[in-house]
């Protein structure tokens, strides 16, 4: 089936997958392409609209990235954002000059010409995104500027006949005001899109896609638990039945109660009808990483290990004619675009197992942003625990833990997390937090307890707001919230006889301790 789709050229812009992401929240698909992929391949994909992202260079550059000036002439709606509206206004024969005041941030603008396509209903004067250093200094023939700003005079142009459209700013980020109103505007009313990106269809034709791959092959999965691992066993699952088998390595990690969660849902008394098998290596885990202190070699050694258990499974089960991964598009994009995409390394964990035998690798989720993701998981019937689960990283509690990892250090920080969690959560304050979790420091401190000296563990609570992950704000926790936390796990964890909170924002810290 021919969908609906708006093409995003790459020109190295730093914000180019929320772009793809924004026009999909307009229920219509999109993808982003490196900008070095021929005309005709692009036109053969039948696009609805191409939209130029921005980038660092200069369009006076001799290695700037640029694409052909047919792709103007090909009738399909164009959307340039920053270097690809100066790109448009340089193909097209104006000229882009160093911009007298280069503008960042915020900026006030001021639309000229309100019954542009572009703009339909925005308010004539309304706040945009700016970053740049160069401007359109000159809009070519045939077009026109349609809102300027102090130090811009060309914040925006368009040809409207060839539905071109350029602007200077970023409709992409949240800062732009109107931004997503413009983007969906340039989706329905230039490009005549109707919206037609439903996960439900994603979901059928993917089970349908898989099961005329797969044939009658075997799949072999391996299953973290977590939410992309989880979606793509189950679409699997749904496509192939049992001719999948899914390798759950419990790495002695894990949160508290959390391999039998997983167990629960995949195990033979769950939903699926899959081969599940559990490797209980915690032993294995603890012995490789015994007496190791550095940050950088436990990461190591987890990874390692949990590949060589991965593999030593694998072989027990023989062969196996595709291996399934749960790529998700920002991973793709993240390991460059345009490089060979059939056997990508990403893994949660530790790379792609060198000894597995297997033909091909199926990546069933390889073009979805995570909140489509979890869409498909509802849609599925996963659980929503499991769906809206908060990330954990593939070392586990190895990189909450400061310093050697013991078992004992595990129970510990097992329990004051659980605990945390908990009162968290029963007091609603979990809602709009990007992660929060207890992690153990490696200082001992003198506490009394009874009549008693101790010489115990503090643990440290961690709470963050963040949408990316890339930085991040503490969080602010209800004061009673944080008391009775601190309360039940000093008295109910063996072990600990303080508790800190982290008020720490990424930069300068990490969400995690190691
Ligand atoms: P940091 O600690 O770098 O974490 O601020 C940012 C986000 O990445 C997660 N994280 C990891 N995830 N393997 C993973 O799968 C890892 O080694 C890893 N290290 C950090 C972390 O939980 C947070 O969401």
Request: charged share 25%; hydrophobic share 40%; with cysteine.
């Amino acid at each position: 089936m021919n969908k609906e789709t708006i093409l995003v050229l790459d020109f190295g812009g730093q914000y180019n997958q929320l772009i793809a992401r924004r026009v999909r929240e307009c229920g219509v698909y999109s993808e982003v392409v490196p900008y070095t992929v021929p005309v005709e391949e692009l036109l053969a994909r039948n696009p609805s609209g191409i939209i130029f992202t921005g980038g660092p260079n200069s369009v006076y550059g001799e290695d700037s990235p640029r694409c052909e000036k047919r792709l103007l002439e090909a009738g399909i709606p164009v959307l340039g954002i920053c270097y690809g509206s100066q790109l448009i206004a340089y193909l097209e024969g104006g000229e882009v000059k160093t911009a007298p005041v280069s503008e960042y941030g915020h900026t006030d603008m001021q639309i000229d010409v309100p019954d542009s396509r572009l703009f339909g209903d925005v308010p004539q004067r309304t706040f945009v995104w700016m970053s740049h250093t160069d401007c359109i200094a000159r809009v070519p023939e045939g077009y026109r500027v349609t809102a300027h700003t102090l130090n811009c005079p060309c914040a925006a142009m368009e040809n409207a006949g060839k539905k071109i459209y350029a602007v200077q700013f970023h409709p992409e980020v949240m800062h732009t005001k109107e931004g997503r109103k413009m983007l969906a505007h340039f989706v329905f009313d230039v490009c005549g899109c109707r919206g037609d990106w439903r996960m439900e269809d994603f979901t059928r034709e993917t089970i349908e896609s898989l099961r005329e791959k797969i044939g009658s092959g075997r799949v072999l999965c391996a299953l973290s638990g977590g939410v992309d691992s989880s979606v793509a066993a189950v679409l699997l699952s749904r496509a192939v039945g049992r001719q999948l088998t899914c390798v759950f390595v419990d790495h002695g990690l894990l949160r508290k109660d959390e391999g039998d969660q997983v167990e629960a849902v995949f195990g033979p008394n769950g939903p699926y009808d899959l081969n599940f098998i559990r490797v209980n290596a915690q032993d294995h885990f603890y012995a490789a990483l015994a007496g190791v202190t550095d940050p950088e070699q436990k990461r190591k050694i987890i990874g390692e290990e949990f590949i060589r258990v991965f593999e030593a499974e694998a072989k027990k089960i023989g062969a196996v004619e595709f291996l399934a991964q749960g790529t998700i598009y920002p991973d793709v994009i993240e390991s460059g675009l345009g490089k060979s995409a059939t056997i990508k390394s990403h893994h949660n964990v530790g790379g792609l197992p060198e000894h597995v035998e297997f033909k091909e690798i199926v990546e069933p989720l390889r073009m979805l942003f995570k909140d489509e993701v979890r869409r498909v998981g509802l849609e599925l019937g996963i659980p929503e625990a499991l769906v809206f689960r908060q990330p954990f990283p593939g070392p586990g509690l190895g990189i909450r833990i400061i310093g050697e990892v013991t078992p004992e250090k595990v129970r510990i920080v097992q329990e004051a997390d659980a605990i945390y969690r908990e009162e968290l959560e029963k007091a609603g304050a979990h809602k709009n937090l990007g992660q929060y979790f207890a992690a153990l420091t490696n200082m001992r401190s003198v506490g009394v307890m009874g009549d008693f000296r101790t010489y115990d563990y503090a643990v440290a609570l961690r709470a963050v707001l963040t949408s990316d992950f890339m930085t991040a704000d503490a969080a602010e926790i209800p004061w009673e919230v944080l008391k009775t936390a601190t309360t039940r796990i000093v008295n109910e964890v063996k072990g600990v006889s303080r508790c800190l909170f982290d008020c720490t924002a990424k930069p300068p810290s990490t969400i995690e301790y190691e």
